[in-house]
């Protein structure tokens, strides 16, 4: 598996701290060799971008073409994501630039405006309440980004049933379209529109603000 630094691609050198990090990570796939062998993982990958410098160490195998797994290899990073977007947001919260009592409509709706419109022309004016039926889109609009951040925006789960009313899950067209659309780029907003308007079962578990529930 690869386990490369810039300074050793461009100069042919990799001395000093370089050197160090670069005989360290070396040992650490060893390391996650044996966690995979030793603890029935399929396949570990890490990443470590410093000082101008990147390394990466992998190990176990890919499911798919059942080779050894190296970094140009792709995860589902699932819910990853919301530790960075989290992280981000309050960044920007302690800067000022936003708040977390404010709408996420307010952000949002420019760019569900131009998401509908790449989808449909006539879809002109789009906003993120009028994804909703009526009425569902006041609730919507009492979205808030905290109410986001801390999973209270009420918002029903598009992954998986909803084990209250047996509804259908978009895990389904999802992952059908892996298959047949393996270069599809999803929108969030693909999300939200099934969950207000494919959905089996109401957009909404609840108003929001109100309780606090695990979102996908």
């Known amino acids: 598996a690869p386990v490369h630094?810039?300074?050793?691609?461009?100069?042919?050198?990799?001395?000093?701290?370089?050197?160090?990090?670069h005989s360290?990570?070396?040992?650490?796939?060893?390391?996650?060799?044996?966690?995979?062998?030793?603890?029935?993982?399929?396949?570990l990958s890490l990443g470590i971008v410093a000082a101008g410098m990147e390394f990466t160490a992998t190990a176990g195998t890919n499911p798919a073409s059942h080779q050894k797994l190296t970094s140009s290899d792709t995860f589902l990073f699932g819910s990853g994501t919301k530790s960075f977007v989290g992280a981000r947001v309050m960044q920007l919260?302690?800067?000022?630039?936003?708040?977390?009592?404010?709408?996420?409509?307010?952000?949002?709706?420019?760019?569900?405006?131009?998401?509908?419109?790449?989808?449909?022309?006539?879809?002109?004016?789009l906003t993120f309440a009028r994804l909703f039926e009526?009425?569902?889109s006041s609730w919507s609009s009492q979205i808030t980004i905290g109410h986001c951040i801390e999973m209270k925006s009420?918002?029903?789960?598009?992954?998986?049933?909803?084990?209250?009313?047996?509804?259908?899950?978009?895990?389904?067209?999802?992952?059908?379209?892996?298959?047949t659309q393996p270069k599809r780029l999803w929108s969030p907003f693909d999300f939200i529109e099934w969950i207000a308007q494919e959905r089996d079962?109401?957009?909404?578990?609840?108003?929001?603000g109100t309780k606090c529930s695990y979102s996908s």
């Open 5 to 21: 630094s810039p300074l050793t691609e461009t100069s042919g050198n990799c001395t000093g701290p370089c050197g160090a990090v």
């Open 24 to 43: 360290s990570m070396k040992q650490f796939e060893q390391l996650m060799d044996h966690w995979a062998n030793t603890r029935n993982i399929q396949g």
């Open 154 to 179: 009420g918002l029903a789960d598009w992954d998986g049933p909803d084990c209250k009313t047996n509804c259908s899950s978009m895990d389904v067209p999802l992952l059908h379209s892996l298959g």
């Open 201 to 208: 079962g109401p957009p909404f578990w609840f108003q929001p």
């Open 134 to 136: 009526t009425q569902w």
């Open 93 to 125: 919260v302690e800067k000022g630039v936003i708040s977390l009592d404010e709408p996420v409509a307010k952000y949002v709706d420019p760019l569900v405006a131009a998401w509908g419109l790449m989808q449909k022309p006539q879809r002109k004016g």
